[in-house]
């Protein structure tokens, strides 16, 4: 079992993928469930989606190493974007949006300044 534990422990501690997360909110600071959360990586073109869960709050995890554009969108809300994220090896990426009420044809565009970074450890922290 010891055996186990510790291989198991160096094969975690491995992982070279990212975390990208965060929470989405409207202009009154309401959390905002329901919104669709658009992770886009920059060099590819290649994207993905999540809903925002019951408390406002998306996750995207095993993202690679790179530059990513997030979009966040609900029906009858401004679309807000945030590019230019970098996201690094082993790092956990946040990214906050505050979306406002407004026409889709709207959009709110935001060059990552909002992201904090945070490494992954092995140390279970």
Known sequence: MVLLGVVCGLAAGQ???A???GLVTDSSDAIVSGARVTL???STGVTTSKDTN?????RFDFVEPGTYTLTAELAGFSRSVV???LVQTRGDAT???VIKPGGVTEAVTVTADPVALQFNTGDGS
């Open 95 to 97: 990214v906050d949006f």
């Open 54 to 58: 019951s408390v406002g709050q998306y």
């Open 15 to 17: 992982e070279y993928r």
């Open 40 to 42: 886009l990586r920059n």
């Open 83 to 85: 590019s230019d994220v």
């Open 19 to 21: 975390t990208v997360q």
